[in-house]
């Protein structure tokens, strides 16, 4: 499955985050192993896809930052901006 991830903490091999389900410090966590991991910044949002199951964490493949998704032409939904009535 593809998830948004908003990456919590970095270091030189693993980055670790949630996604919208899970609480900071409450429920499991995703854990990304592969991709560019020294270059994800705490507080920013990647898009991962879903590769494992630990208990009630996850084990996650970066596909590619919000960042780069943008400049690929992606939808509104990955932009970050909380739709509105209306607009």
Known sequence: ARVDVL??????????????????EIDGIVTITS???????????????????????????LLLDRADAAGAGASQAHSGAIPTAGG
Do not use: K, W
């Not at 990456?7 to 900071?24: C, H, L, W, Y």
């Not at 705490?42 to 208990?55: C, L, M, Q, R």
């Open 7 to 24: 990456i919590d903490e970095v270091d030189a091999e693993t980055a670790v985050g949630r996604t919208f389900r899970e609480a900071p």
């Open 35 to 61: 991709g560019e991991v020294d270059a994800m910044v705490p507080g920013t949002f990647v898009e991962a896809i879903v590769d494992g199951v630990e208990g009630p964490d996850l084990t996650a493949t």
